[in-house]
């Protein structure tokens, strides 16, 4: 070992102790008498407040006893001040203890409060006091501070009157606890409840006897107010999801404030799944009249509940199920049936919108139930789609006077074009749905034809809107034939202008021939195939209706020399003057009824026979007489008995016309305007015609089934029923029923294109 010397030791300055006196037991129980007059000047002298207000003024005593305890400390007398602190408090909590449990005693809870408030509020002070103590002693002991060891005191005493403290503390609180669920708690029985969960925290009792007894608790009582719910007369949801709203809200509020905040997670789980779950088909029993009220907190609030107990599938559901079951309703309605399930749809939007914030999942139940329900009956839903369509394409805008706001349109009678667009894409939604796609496809180029033969269609840019439209979602050949048709009307003044031009330059080299002149007039030319109307002769054609035809003919011919034409009259209008009481009227007619004017300039007065030879000679077929018949009644019924009456019926009183009857011209009809409009009965689409298109649609989608059978096994040679069918929907892509497919089948089993295989009946084998 090697001894180092230390030098320079001249700097050093040695404080020489000349009076030490040792310290011994007599000076260690001076001190603590002092500190322990100070806990008993503390715990046992009445109301704490005025003693701690007293003490913070007279800082002598507490530094008096301050250095006492450090001293004790820096003697080694620590250990032993450790263990006399810890036998005061055992005996002073104790001895507070014995005064809660007295006979007699009433305020149970609150006493025992008031004693662990008491040790609570002198802890500061004591903390300062015996800080030395903590620092140099304690802290290295299990108890590690004074809290602490007054802490383990008190739990020490609890555990040793477990069934005459800890037991009925555990009770009144859970008894307070209930009382505060059933209104009845005030402020001060909630402090009290606050108070002592801390004190059972503390302590490290809380979680061990208290919170199972208070989830036990807690989960009967709200089993109970559920079942006792359920069974109230008038049950309300709407009443009934706020109350559980606000119950879960207030528990989990209660239990931060008042209890430990690792208690509200299982209490919140429990009172959710009471008042949820077990209500769950109730629930769902009145979520149709959410629904239908559009009430939206209502139904976000139910989502929120049902997402608490993993439910949300069940909610999903029962909405699919809501919007299919209307849908279904819906589709079996006569009347405003397309209407109603657009409405349908924007409601069930709605409701994704504002209280499900836009799920897919919900968004998707629209989808699968339109889907559904619109495939109940597709060719009637197809049919009215157009129907609906042809309503909104056929109004007119109704612009404002000049100097009115020129960027509005009026809805008198018409239809802005924004709102145009608002429901013709709801409308396009719709359409989507669709499985029938050609039976829509057959009616809307029928409709729309009408509409532009009437001049009713709201504008070309809306016809070539909705052609659009459908392009993008079914191809070109979709609207193939109603692009063809919307051209030829859209050339239709072209070639008006080309005629007129050609007409005038004829009629100069014919001059002085003694030939009629032709009047102005427009056409349109639509091939054959595109044409959907019914055809209606008219077979009397007197000047100048003969020319017209004769000329234009002519014309035609000269550009397109292999082209026939037929000419039809359905929805023509023409201008007939006429003078009435010395005054030129001119009158917008029907082709009908300017041929049934025409026939007065012969004679003032026909019968109904009379006039039906004159229009329809004899030896013409049976069936276009009596479509010539039905005609001629409807037209001269708009003649007579309407707003504008150019003939006098002989029975005006009645709408129907008898073979007999006498029709005079009206020489005595006046009108302020010189200018009218003759209104014809409008022709309406009978039932019998809808089922005659749909029919004709349907054989048509017959052939294409068949095609596509024949495509697919000469492509694939062998397949299996299943099979088969499956892979010709998915081509077809339209309706079609399962015995409808067997018969198509069995066609071509008997017409050699198919054949059974010979051991397995499910299988068919093509044939070259």
């Not at 909104?392 to 706001?405: A, D």
């Not at 349109?409 to 667009?421: A, T």
């Not at 088969?724 to 081509?731: R, S």
Request: charged share 30%; hydrophobic share 40%; aromatic share 10%.
């Amino acid at each position: 070992m090697q001894i180092q010397v230390l030098k320079n030791l001249h700097n050093i300055k040695i404080d020489v102790l000349t009076d030490f006196k040792p310290f011994v037991d007599s000076d260690y129980y001076e001190r603590w008498e002092r500190l322990r007059r100070l806990l008993d000047l503390l715990y046992l002298t009445g109301e704490i407040s005025p003693i701690l207000h007293r003490l913070q003024k007279e800082k002598v005593v507490l530094e008096d006893v301050f250095q006492g305890v450090q001293d004790i400390c820096r003697n080694g007398f620590a250990k032993k001040l450790a263990t006399d602190v810890s036998n005061y408090y055992a005996t002073l909590i104790g001895k507070l203890l014995c005064s809660v449990i007295q006979p007699g005693q009433r305020n149970f809870l609150e006493e025992l409060n008031a004693v662990w408030l008491l040790l609570r509020q002198t802890l500061p002070l004591l903390t300062n006091v015996l800080s030395f103590f903590e620092r140099s002693f304690l802290i290295r002991s299990p108890a590690r501070s004074l809290e602490q060891l007054i802490v383990s005191e008190f739990r020490s005493q609890l555990d040793k009157q477990e069934t005459k403290i800890l037991e009925p503390c555990v009770q009144q609180l859970l008894s307070a606890i209930s009382l505060w669920r059933e209104g009845l708690a005030d402020e001060s029985q909630l402090d009290t409840v606050q108070s002592i969960s801390h004190m059972l925290m503390k302590v490290e009792l809380y979680k061990s006897r208290f919170e199972p007894e208070f989830i036990r608790l807690s989960k009967e009582y709200y089993t109970n107010v559920a079942a006792e719910k359920a069974k109230r007369p008038g049950f309300d949801l709407v009443t009934y999801l706020a109350d559980v709203e606000s119950t879960i809200k207030a528990e989990h509020s209660m239990i931060l404030e008042r209890l430990d905040a690792s208690s509200a997670p299982a209490i919140v789980e429990l009172v959710t799944d009471a008042l949820v779950n077990s209500n769950l088909q109730l629930m769902l029993f009145h979520y149709e009249g959410l629904l239908r009220s559009r009430n939206f907190n209502a139904l976000q609030r139910m989502l929120r509940l049902f997402e608490r107990v993993d439910k949300r599938e069940f909610l999903r559901k029962s909405f699919g199920n809501y919007v299919k079951t209307q849908g279904s309703n819906l589709v079996d309605r006569e009347d405003g049936v397309i209407e109603s399930l657009l409405d349908l749809k924007r409601t069930a939007e709605d409701i994704i919108r504002e209280s499900y914030d836009n799920m897919k999942e919900f968004l998707d139940q629209i989808y699968y139930a339109y889907e559904h329900f619109m495939g109940l009956k597709p060719n009637k839903v197809a049919e009215l789609a157009t129907k609906y369509l042809d309503d909104i394409l056929s109004k007119q805008p109704v612009r404002p006077p000049t100097g009115e706001n020129s960027g509005s349109v009026s809805l008198q009678g018409g239809i802005s074009d924004s709102d145009f667009r608002h429901r013709a894409e709801e409308l396009l939604a719709l359409f989507k749905y669709l499985s029938a796609k050609d039976i829509f496809e057959a009616f809307y180029t029928r409709r729309m034809m009408r509409r532009l033969l009437l001049n009713r269609s709201s504008s070309n840019e809306n016809e070539k809107y909705m052609l659009e439209q459908f392009e993008k979602i079914c191809g070109d050949t979709y609207v193939k034939r109603a692009d063809e048709i919307l051209r030829s009307f859209e050339k239709a003044r072209e070639l008006t202008n080309e005629f007129n031009s050609w007409n005038t330059k004829s009629e100069m080299h014919e001059e002085g021939s003694g030939k009629e002149s032709a009047p102005d007039c427009g056409f349109y030319v639509i091939s054959a195939s595109s044409w959907s109307l019914p055809i209606v002769p008219v077979l009397s054609w007197s000047a100048p209706f003969d020319i017209i035809r004769e000329r234009f003919a002519i014309f035609y011919k000269e550009r397109y020399k292999s082209t026939r034409l037929d000419w039809l009259y359905e929805g023509s209008t023409c201008d007939v003057s006429g003078i009435f009481g010395g005054r030129r009227y001119t009158f917008v007619v029907s082709m009908m009824q300017a041929v049934i004017l025409l026939s007065f300039n012969l004679n003032l007065s026909y019968t109904f026979d009379d006039l039906l030879a004159h229009i329809c000679p004899p030896g013409i077929k049976e069936d276009i007489r009596s479509l010539l018949i039905s005609e001629l009644k409807k037209t001269l019924i708009s003649m007579s008995v309407m707003k504008t009456t150019l003939l006098l019926k002989e029975n005006a009183q009645t709408q129907s016309v008898t073979p007999k009857e006498t029709f005079k011209l009206n020489e005595a009809f006046t009108s302020k305007s010189s200018h009218l409009k003759i209104n014809s009965i409008q022709k309406r689409e009978t039932r019998e015609q809808v089922e005659a298109t749909t029919e004709k649609v349907l054989n048509e989608r017959k052939y294409q089934f068949e095609a596509a059978f024949v495509r697919i096994m000469k492509g694939r040679k062998e397949m299996r029923h299943n099979e088969l069918i499956e892979a010709v929907i998915n081509e077809v892509k339209l309706p079609a029923p399962a015995s409808e497919l067997k018969r198509i089948i069995e066609s071509l089993i008997e017409r050699d294109y198919l054949e059974r295989d010979k051991h397995d009946n499910s299988k068919y084998i093509y044939l070259a």
